[in-house]
């Protein structure tokens, strides 16, 4: 089956820089209809950075500048690098996998704190 897995959360200070990444298995893999979302406390999941289906890019106003998303296609596996990081940031960072078919798949999450 479809599985996506995140990794490389944790705690980082305001101002620090993580890389996360989303392996993805059970599927062709391609960039396109990749993308990553957040959820903090108390909020809805939203949109940080995706690509779509035609390869466009699309940044949260709130990242642009800071965040980049990116992809190997060797290793199956798309990347959220994220530098500048602030208190805000802090959430649980999903990946999303948007098949050719229109169907979701989504990964369990990895939590990404900032603070000092």
């Known amino acids: 089956q479809v599985q996506l897995v995140e990794s490389g959360g944790g705690l980082v200070q305001p101002g620090g820089s993580l890389r996360l990444s989303c392996a993805v298995s059970?599927?062709?893999?391609?960039?396109?209809?990749m993308g990553w979302y957040r959820q903090a406390p108390g909020k809805e999941r939203e949109l940080v950075a995706r690509?779509?289906?035609?390869?466009?890019?699309n940044y949260a106003d709130s990242v642009k500048g800071r965040f980049t998303i990116s992809g190997d296609n060797a290793k199956s596996t798309v990347y959220l690098q994220m530098n500048s990081l602030k208190p805000e940031d802090t959430a649980v960072y999903y990946c999303?996998?948007?098949?050719?078919?229109?169907?979701?798949?989504w990964g369990k999450g990895t939590l990404v704190t900032v603070s000092s």
């Open positions: 999303q996998k948007v098949s050719a078919y229109g169907t979701d798949y």
């Open positions: 059970g599927i062709i893999f391609s960039i396109n209809g």
């Open positions: 690509i779509t289906s035609g390869g466009s890019i």
